[in-house]
């Protein structure tokens, strides 16, 4: 009897989901400041990116350079992923919280602002949120004063879903959680051709407010690598010399994200 139940336990622990977690490398054109932003500079601004999140987020900070105004018209600025354009200005008058925007359900952000610069690896505290008692009808054109910025975290980099990692070269690491033991890691590189993501910013912005002249800025990224590890040697808790637990990552970039996946073992 005693055998039977060990077998049994075996069966079901054997088919247990396990928690797995795709990590995703992105490679652009744009300067890479030790892998925690992207930053695109010209005469009238500078643009700084960070994607770290879980499912990514398209965060980015305008910065002013100029001694005078510009405007940024976010009717004519998109995010871009795969060719599927998400606006990031809507005609409609907000009643509820920021979720109500008719952006694509799957990639709506309706988390605080992210703000890398003061902890690039945590949100801030600050809401964005309209309360049900009121009605805002979005701010299409920014009027963005000389020397300051603005930030916008509006949408996620990926959907639900997940990849296949037979399709993915495996090798033996130490676990990050038990460093006398192994695990496998997966991993894929791909081109500008063959990526599974490629993802667009585009910003039209003006120093006129009636836009009689304009520019616009279209900055573009891509996955370079995929990563696929279970969670728990991608993201652990380590106990330091004072006792306290620290959480641990195979990768932290600022210019990476990463999605939890279930699959089965």
């Not at 590890?229 to 652990?236: A, G, Y």
Request: proline share 3%; charged share 25%; aromatic share 16%.
């Amino acid at each position: 009897m005693k055998n039977i139940i060990t077998c049994l336990l075996l069966v079901l622990f054997s088919s247990c989901s396990v928690t797995y977690v795709e990590l995703y490398k992105t490679k652009s054109n744009l300067v890479n400041i030790d892998n925690k932003e992207y930053i695109f500079d010209n005469d009238t601004v500078r643009i700084r990116y960070s994607f770290w999140k879980e499912r990514g987020i398209m965060y980015f900070n305008i910065y002013n350079k100029l001694n005078v105004p510009i405007y940024i018209d976010w009717k004519k600025s998109s995010f871009i992923t795969n060719s599927n354009k998400i606006n990031y200005w809507n005609d409609i008058i907000e009643t509820k919280s920021r979720s109500s925007l008719s952006f694509d359900r799957e990639y709506i952000y309706t988390g605080a602002l992210f703000n890398p610069y003061s902890n690039l690896y945590n949100i801030s505290g600050t809401q964005v949120q309209v309360t049900s008692s009121k009605t805002v009808r979005p701010e299409r054109i920014t009027f963005l004063p000389p020397n300051s910025s603005i930030e916008k975290s509006p949408v996620l980099l990926t959907t639900s879903g997940s990849l296949n990692k037979g399709d993915f070269t495996p090798k033996k690491d130490y676990r990050n959680d038990d460093f006398e033991k192994k695990t496998t890691i997966y991993k894929k590189e791909y081109n500008i051709n063959n990526t599974p993501i490629n993802f667009r910013n585009y910003i039209t912005i003006s120093t006129n407010e009636n836009f009689t002249t304009e520019a616009t800025i279209d900055n573009q990224f891509y996955i370079g690598e995929v990563y696929i590890m279970e969670k728990l040697h991608f993201q652990s808790a380590v106990q330091d010399i004072n006792g306290k637990y620290e959480t641990t990552y195979y990768f932290k970039n600022g210019v990476d994200f990463f999605r939890y996946v279930k699959n089965q073992e």
